[in-house]
């Protein structure tokens, strides 16, 4: 009988558990887990007690196992009477709209969102369907898809920084575009994304933008995208389908980026890139490469 | 008759589109825009379906154009009755306040300002006229210029990082000064200003600065400079006027960097800088050197 | 007779001041301050005007001093009107729960802890005495002890960045840790610190953490550790106490990081790291070799 899910360390024998990394496979056999969601390649591993539960994609699996013990919140259809809610505004009467949340005119909340406290829902935005916007986020100029999720402090559809030099001062550019957000794409903590200037900032479909993120107007990102934390694209710059970009990385602005491209952290991308491309280092470059110049420099090192 | 602005992809025979960035050059002979605004480079690539509006500056002009037909918003005079205003605040009758906006005490609030919704004003701050603070912003001991922007989400004036190891722990130096923003000053979405330490931080007039940005306890601005989004300075350093920060650079501590620098995206700055120089890498060097360093690891990677 | 604080620049006769930083030693024979707190090795150098203090330990007594003249603010026990607490959550009456702030269902918030505006306390969350969460900060799924002290904006306790390709689409991982915060912590604005997925996120007594910091899901983070602004710790990597991570640096997930291990500032760790290391560079490497690489550049290029 198993009544909850748990790491291999702690699991009891009431528990399942799951192994993905191979840096943990020495945690496999000292595991109390009365059942183990694993790879084929290290199910002879699993120790007696356990009841292995073999699957080529363990992560999947696991996802979807503590999916059942632990189902998402229920939505609880209702304004709290401390939110302000414009009158034009239309809200769909099975929403959850938390404490201090406020709505402005003639924004469109889909069905079954959920609003959390605090946060703030600018004029003529629209939400689809099941939305949910965490604490104290703030969205603007902005239409949303179905299922999107932004965590606590994201900022969505604020102006970009666009400004002339004239006469010793700068001039700010009205920025007039939108933020379009496709279905299914989730929006990290306090992750920033600016609002198009003449066109629309657009983030594609299933993509997952991770915390404190920047994302400059006109960005135009593509499908099932990965956006890893404190990653950086400037403005104007179009990224593929499935695309990676790890944590820390800089794109410049007004590059094209093709599809299936990987982005290693940190790296710094000044030049357009082929799809498929694997990319590391500040200028970025092939990883292959990248790996042999700091090879060949500890080598020299040696000799010097 | 023109009656918009639009992108030169997008734009129809009444709107008035731009060109300023070569790389868009393509673009323009399929446009179908009305009018053009363009240098005279290449005001003959126009089509002859558009009215070319030919400058030397056509970004600027661009900014005025939009701002034409797109005038920034009214200042609508009022305070929401759900904001909480303490007794000894003096806001001016010309503002607009959002919200559950907050203003705490003594602070002083300029002719024409904005608080949007959930803003927090702390203690004895004061914004001079037409201040402008975005939703959820938080400032506290800090003085505003006039015509200061804070994108939503900024955080000015907590407590910087300072602290000193003793007997086992770290003991918090209190920090005491101020932030000082001059006028016409722009900060970014989610960025962070810390208050000074003994001294105040200090923002000069007209510096832009982008999202996510941090900037450390006693740092001083000069005016006019650009930061771009991510970047970090630390504490105690000082900047000259017109000097520009590529996107997540780092500048360390108690360094004095001059006027009109340019230092390029995710540099590493440790020492200081002349005025007019222009710096790349980590640890930041003359951005020729750094792509002379680039070149050269590249030639041995193939000779290997 | 003392009675205030001042820099070395402007402090007067009543004032106390310090020299701790060599870079500032210029300043000290022209300061004008009654009183400056040295280290024996500049005494000689403090002005007949001054009375010197000497200590081996000057920021310290700095700290010691200042906290003298500018006692923390007395924490004024009340709930604001406008805060919106669920009946069910236990509150102290010693508190300051300011305008706008949101306790939710089962909160438990010790003696004298202090709830600025519009700060927002998820359900079940528990904050031990003396706790401060600055103004529009997020808790949820978390338990702190006593004197932590969360700056405006910080986000902790929000889902981690955790999903599985799954036919095609990603599907979420559910997130089910929580955040444990020792003692004495301090976590800066607009940082965030996302909860555990199936063990929980750890953050050691004693720590301090910056502005724009993100730690991943499952991170364990000593005590003592000191993480400057912006730095990224990718989820599930261990770090030991008394541990310093520079601005801006990256650490892998997945990798254990030793005691009293110094990261330089950008810096990427890829790999485990021995206690008492000191590393800098993307990849990180010994500090020494580091900057013996960056050398042997710079020669290569004057001879080529």
């Known amino acids: 009988m198993i009544d909850g899910v748990a790491p291999l360390q702690t699991a009891g024998p009431n528990e399942v558990s799951f192994l993905d990394n191979s840096r943990y496979v020495d945690l496999l056999g000292r595991s109390s887990a009365g059942a183990i969601i694993v790879h084929p390649d290290y199910a002879s591993l699993v120790p007696a ?6 699957t080529t994609d363990p992560y999947a699996s696991w996802a979807r196992v503590c999916a059942l013990f632990h189902p998402s919140a229920h939505v609880e259809a209702g ?7 414009d009158p034009t505004a239309h809200i769909d009467p099975s929403c959850q709209i938390g404490p201090n949340a ?12 959920v609003l959390e406290a605090g946060c703030v829902i600018g004029p003529s935005v629209t939400l689809g369907d099941d939305c949910h916007i965490g604490a104290n986020g703030v969205v603007s100029h902005a239409i949303l898809g179905a299922r999107v999720r932004l965590f ?22 009205p920025q007039l575009g939108k933020v379009i957000i496709g279905d299914d794409v989730h929006v990290g903590a306090n992750t920033t994304i600016d609002r198009g200037s003449a066109r629309d ?12 993120v920047q994302i400059g107007h006109n960005v135009v990102l593509g499908q099932q995208c990965v956006v890893v934390a404190q990653v950086g694209i400037a403005g104007s710059t ?3 389908d499935f695309t990676q970009i790890g ?32 990319l590391l280092g500040s200028p970025a470059q092939p990883r292959r490469e990248f790996f042999r ?8 090192i040696q000799r010097h």
């Open 49 to 54: 007690t356990s009841q292995a539960i073999i």
């Open 79 to 85: 304004i709290h009477p401390s939110a302000v809610i």
């Open 102 to 113: 406020v709505v402005d005119k003639n924004a469109v909340i889909g069905r079954r969102c």
């Open 152 to 173: 606590p402090g994201a900022k969505v559809g604020q102006d970009g920084f666009g400004f002339a030099p004239a006469k010793g001062a700068y001039l700010s550019v």
């Open 201 to 212: 900032t657009v983030i594609g479909s299933g993509t997952r933008i991770d915390n404190l």
């Open 238 to 240: 179009t990224v593929g």
């Open 247 to 278: 944590g820390q990385a800089a794109l410049a602005g007004h590059l094209d980026i093709g599809d299936k491209v990987q982005i290693g952290a940190q790296s710094g991308v000044i030049s357009n890139v082929d799809s498929g491309a694997v």
């Open 293 to 300: 110049q700091i090879a060949l420099l500890k080598r020299m």
